[in-house]
């Protein structure tokens, strides 16, 4: 009898552990991420840096800046570039958003520092979404690399 109910709890144990997850959503993620290896990784365009936008801004190319940070972030310091949509995170992924996306340009997803913009870039990437970036270190790097030298001409 404490064999057969050890043998039953062991087994009802193993099958909470199998069910603790989404099983489709994990076979989904590593269609997403099985080609990632060492190679793919250093070879990634993920990350643009600030520089690298600026000069996009300077030489007028077509692009989207995403401003994924929330409205109140953004009345202290927003973008003004006419290329640029303010979308905070908790709204990016609703059809309604989704539908204002270019798939013709490139996206440069930019939050405060490089986390939320990340978050944002990856989804939209999993969503089919192929010219999709971050801009690496946020509105922190494009206000420091912000120079004179730098600056787009008005």
Known sequence: MKRTLG????????????????????AELHR??????????ADSTLFMKADAVLALIREAKPYLLLDVRSEGEASVLGLSDPHSALIPIERLFT???????????????????GTRGTMAA????????KNVHVLKGGMIALADANTPKNAPLR
């Not at 059809?95 to 440069?108: Q, S, V």
């Open 7 to 26: 043998l039953l709890l062991g087994t009802l144990a193993l099958c909470a552990q199998l069910l603790a997850f989404d099983t489709s959503k994990a």
């Open 122 to 129: 990856i989804g939209l990437k999993q969503l089919g979404f």
């Open 32 to 41: 997403f991420y099985s080609h990632m290896d060492q190679k793919a990784c």
């Open 95 to 113: 059809p309604e958003a989704l539908k204002t996306l270019p798939t013709d340009r490139p996206i440069i997803a930019i939050c405060h520092s």
